[in-house]
């Protein structure tokens, strides 16, 4: 999701942006992945290595103009 926040002129001052990865935190595992063999992890009751949980991240993109 994003935007744009501009001036009264309409120009462009900077974007705005946010992103979200797996917001419910489901447990997964990449089927390429060597780390799933991983002996019994204790933390999720599970055998292997998961891939991370919930990721947001937030981007700012500030145009520069030099004159």
Do not use: C, E
């Not at 744009?4 to 705005?16: C, E, F, M, V």
């Not at 595992?29 to 292997?48: E, F, I, P, T, V």
Request: charged share 20%.
């Amino acid at each position: 999701m994003g935007t744009d926040l501009a001036n009264a002129r309409g120009k462009t001052l900077a974007s705005l942006f946010i992103t979200a990865n797996n917001l419910f935190d489901v447990g997964y595992q990449s089927h390429l992945s060597r780390l799933k063999y991983a002996d019994y992890n204790a933390a999720n009751g599970r055998r292997g290595v998961f891939n991370q949980g919930r990721n947001v991240s937030v981007r700012l993109v500030v145009p520069l103009a030099f004159k």
